[in-house]
């Protein structure tokens, strides 16, 4: 618990490393073979000292797996679908949210947030060409 009460994973805790180390290899045994890693950031109290907690967690664990997996951190995003001029909620004011989305990088996956229809919203999101996203249910 860092000093404002935020629980977190603390990146040096080998208990905890290992615990996620034990869910990958098994969901790789099944396999799995790209994971997300969602929720990495760090209480900025200790995050100056890993400046990011997926890139310390992601190249420990493809060292530990022999690169054989792909892990992804999440970029959250919203989609509301609501027009700025009308407040109703229209398939242009959908597909003007999803061109505002932060271009991602290689390592990245949109993790869309959204209270509409999953399949409308995955319909726009797939027709905008957008190839690596999630939408959260």
Not at 20 to 46: A, H, T, W
Not at 69 to 75: D, S
Not at 99 to 110: A, E, G, P, T, V
């Given at each position: 618990?860092?000093?404002?009460?935020?629980?977190?994973?603390?990146?040096?805790?080998?208990?905890?490393?290992?615990?996620?180390?034990?869910?990958?290899?098994?969901?790789?045994?099944?396999?799995?073979?790209?994971?997300?890693?969602?929720?990495?950031?760090?209480?900025?109290?200790?995050?100056?000292?890993?400046?990011?907690?997926?890139?310390?967690?992601?190249?420990r664990?493809?060292?530990?797996l022999g690169?054989?997996?792909?892990l992804?951190?999440?970029?959250?995003?919203?989609?509301?679908?609501?027009?700025?001029?009308?407040?109703?909620?229209?398939n242009?004011?959908i597909?003007k949210?999803?061109?505002?989305?932060?271009?991602?990088?290689?390592?990245?996956?949109?993790?869309?947030?959204?209270?509409?229809?999953?399949t409308?919203?995955?319909?726009?999101?797939?027709?905008?060409?957008?190839?690596?996203?999630i939408?959260?249910?």
């Amino acid at each position: 618990t860092d000093n404002s009460g935020n629980n977190y994973l603390n990146p040096n805790n080998e208990q905890v490393y290992n615990y996620i180390l034990d869910i990958v290899r098994e969901l790789k045994g099944y396999g799995v073979q790209v994971f997300v890693l969602y929720g990495c950031d760090l209480p900025s109290d200790i995050s100056d000292r890993y400046n990011d907690g997926f890139k310390k967690l992601a190249k420990r664990l493809q060292s530990d797996l022999g690169g054989d997996v792909k892990l992804l951190k999440e970029v959250d995003v919203k989609v509301t679908g609501r027009d700025a001029e009308s407040g109703n909620i229209t398939n242009s004011a959908i597909d003007k949210e999803i061109k505002k989305f932060d271009k991602l990088s290689d390592n990245q996956i949109y993790y869309i947030s959204t209270s509409l229809d999953t399949t409308r919203v995955y319909n726009h999101v797939a027709n905008a060409g957008v190839e690596r996203f999630i939408i959260a249910q």
